[in-house]
């Protein structure tokens, strides 16, 4: 019995992961860019520091979706729709859930005692790492094809 090998499902190997975090990087670092010329920006203007880190926060969160949705995951894009929609929210949670860790991780050491800098330094390492393993398991995961039958 032979079977169509171009059927079988195509997974990533290491040079297609390292491409992709490569580019989740260049991605995450366009984002931070975009955050912090924002923040600076609105803190210029007199906006009040939380509310300045809020909306450059957003803005990041907006660019890195465009760079991620075209860039990085462009083959797991969802159509436009409802099924769009949905991978956008859980963009979102994603990075509600690194804010949250970054928080909980700076604030943390910061009560014990370290240095709130070098605090921030583990959150944005594990806050990166968790949010690419979210956004690439979870968010752009890529549907699996059907078995193939005998």
């Not at 079988?8 to 260049?26: I, K, M, T, W």
């Not at 860039?71 to 991978?87: I, K």
Request: proline fraction near 6%; include cysteine.
């Amino acid at each position: 019995m032979c079977h169509n090998l171009s059927r079988l499902p195509r997974h990533a190997g290491p040079p297609e992961v390292a491409r992709e975090s490569g580019l989740y990087l260049f991605a995450s670092l366009v984002a931070l860019g975009a955050d912090m010329a924002c923040f600076m920006l609105l803190l210029h203007a007199q906006t009040a520091p939380w509310a300045a880190s809020a909306l450059a926060y957003g803005l990041g969160v907006g660019a890195h979706w465009a760079l991620s949705a075209r860039l990085v995951f462009a083959a797991s894009l969802a159509p436009a729709g409802m099924a769009r929609r949905r991978q956008q929210g859980l963009f979102a949670a994603s990075a509600l859930a690194g804010l949250a860790l970054t928080s909980g991780i700076v604030g943390a050491g910061a009560a014990g005692g370290l240095d709130p800098r070098l605090a921030k330094g583990v959150a944005v390492g594990v806050s990166f790492l968790a949010t690419w393993a979210l956004r690439r398991l979870v968010v752009f995961a890529r549907p699996q094809p059907a078995p193939l039958r005998a």
